[in-house]
């Protein structure tokens, strides 16, 4: 067997610290962190991946820049921390606008390691996508990372479910679309492992009653395959709330992160890293597992 490292992480394009609040959720602010902050948040997610030793990374609302962290381009940054990796970006949401006031690229970006072979990617589009204050269109996808361990496949896919459908319908959607495609990896003789942001909750906590517009509904247990497992850190949240910067014990917090994982993939151990919401808003989720 091969045992396999991963982590997913809603990194919140480095605009999302501690300090942040933003008016989606409730907040003050448009723009959430100052351009001070975006740049100690960008150091900070730069250098807790760059001494990581995961085989892969899943992460989130990655940015090539935008005005919502001062068109900072944080790919650039991790993609430099992690030299021996191979990566492939997905954009969902891409406004390539010569201007560089109105420029805005936030998306999806794996990184493998390169001493896999034979690494391939796939953007699948999901049917249905969100829409920011009834105007701006997400294209949400999710990234499909294909390789072979010992001589087994495994698919390895990164996704962002939709974040503030007030009527939780394109998340349902988003998430049996994705749980569908994984199981027809697996009858196709993928395993398959899942790391998302996945919006809604893992497991009901007092406190995620603060994050209701993450957390308006639980995730549907009903709609895995058989054998499948749905797996995330117990006790330590992985998201805040954004209506406010951040406050411990204060701040409503929930667990939205995790992974969802094949018959054939034996969960060793899973927890969160827990960085206090220091430099984005969601903790990191690692898990170790056995192909």
């Keep these: 067997m091969h045992t ?10 480095g605009g999302m610290g501690k300090e942040a609040d933003i008016k989606m959720a409730g907040g003050r ?36 820049g935008s005005l919502l962290n001062y068109w900072h381009n944080l790919e650039k940054y991790v993609v430099r921390s992690l030299k021996d990796f191979t990566y492939s970006f997905a954009p969902n949401f891409k406004i390539p606008l010569m201007t560089k006031f109105l420029r805005n690229e936030h998306g999806l970006s794996t990184y493998m390691n390169s001493k896999y072979k034979d690494i391939r990617y796939e953007i699948i589009r999901y049917k249905k996508s969100e829409t920011y204050y009834k105007v701006f269109k997400r294209k949400d996808s999710f990234l499909a990372s294909y390789i072979t361990l010992n001589g087994k496949k ?10 503030f459908d007030a ?4 998340k349902m959607e988003q998430c ?19 790391g998302a942001d996945w919006n809604m ?3 009901r906590t007092k406190s995620s009653e603060e994050c209701k517009n993450l957390t308006n ?5 009903e709609k895995l395959p058989q054998g499948w497992q749905l797996s995330f850190s117990e006790e330590t949240p992985s998201v805040r709330a954004t209506n406010n910067g951040y406050i411990k014990g204060k701040t409503g917090t929930a667990i939205i992160d995790g992974f969802v994982c094949s018959p054939g993939v034996s969960i ?6 827990d960085f206090g919401f220091t430099n984005s808003d969601h903790n990191p989720i690692e898990i170790v597992v056995h192909i």
Excluded at 40 to 58: M, P, Q, S, T, W
Excluded at 154 to 163: E, F, G, P, Q, Y
Excluded at 268 to 273: D, M, R
């Design 154 to 163: 495994l698919a390895v896919i990164n996704t962002h479910l939709a974040s």
């Design 167 to 170: 009527n939780t319908d394109i």
């Design 176 to 194: 049996e679309e994705v749980l569908q495609y994984g199981n027809i990896l697996y009858k196709k003789g993928y395993e398959v492992v899942i």
């Design 217 to 221: 509904i639980s995730f549907p247990t």
């Design 201 to 203: 909750n893992l497991k």
């Design 29 to 64: 602010r448009y723009i959430p962190s100052s351009f001070f902050a975006v740049r100690r948040n960008i150091h900070g997610i730069k250098e807790a991946i760059a001494n990581h030793d995961a085989d892969v990374f899943l992460l989130q609302e990655i940015s090539r």
């Design 4 to 13: 396999l490292k991963i982590v997913t992480w809603n990194v919140g394009f």
């Design 268 to 273: 060793q151990e899973i927890h969160a890293l």
